[in-house]
């Protein structure tokens, strides 16, 4: 096995515990923002997360969603991290809710691991190598039709500058495709993607954290990754598109013809 990706995926399996360990607790929680919660799951699940990433690359820069945010990141080697991905989900006792850990080097994605905790579903990537979840390989679905199209999406939480041209979006898809599901983890979402499950999908107000490792997953599974421009701002502008080349296009397609161009770029 690549060895930054055994890494990866025995730190993702350290935070898998340490979420196992409080499914049986009560959880302190708190609202770090407006509708965005955060857990002692989640503080303790980084935490280990990144003990272990230190032990073995402390050379390496790291960027984690509750103790190392940030939203800019170096050519060094930089492992992103989200403890737990679907952290409402988590709280309710509701499922998904997903570790993601990425590495990324010269600001380009080396390694990816996504594990669905509550479906023990490892997801895995190696920039050229492919994807694969629980060691099969994996690819996006050949669906080119609009009317045969099940694809995902985010409703927004704490950013909702955007939300009334997302609903007409939203209306006018739920008209046109045969499908729309909401899941409540982006990281799970793009797995999805990747695993032919859904042929798209698309958000927006999400953070690196969220999207460095699945969106590699979905490339490297054959789906395309851009922003809501078409571009590759995607990592740290806040809106993403995912799916197969032809439901990809579709959705970029409506996107352009439903939200202003003003909200479409990418946050940066």
Known sequence: ??????????????????????QSKALNTREKGNHDLVTDADLETEKNILAFIREHCPDDEILAEETEAHEKMSDAKTWIVDPIDGTTNFAHDFPVYCVSVALWENKKPKVGVVIEVTRNEEFTAVAGEGAWLNGEKISVSNTSNARDAFIGTGFPYNDLSVVESYLKLFRHLMEELQGIRRPGAATFDLCCVASGRFDGFFEYSLHAWDVAAAALIVKEAGGVITDWK???????????????????????????????????????
């Open 1 to 22: 096995m690549n060895n930054d990706l055994n890494i990866a995926l025995k730190a993702a399996r350290k935070g898998v515990e340490t979420i196992k360990s409080y």
């Open 230 to 268: 078409g571009g590759d701002g995607w990592l740290f502008g806040q809106r993403i598109i995912a799916g197969n080349p032809e439901i990809h296009q579709l959705l970029l397609d409506r996107v352009e013809e439903f939200i202003p161009i003003e909200q479409r770029e990418a946050v940066v």
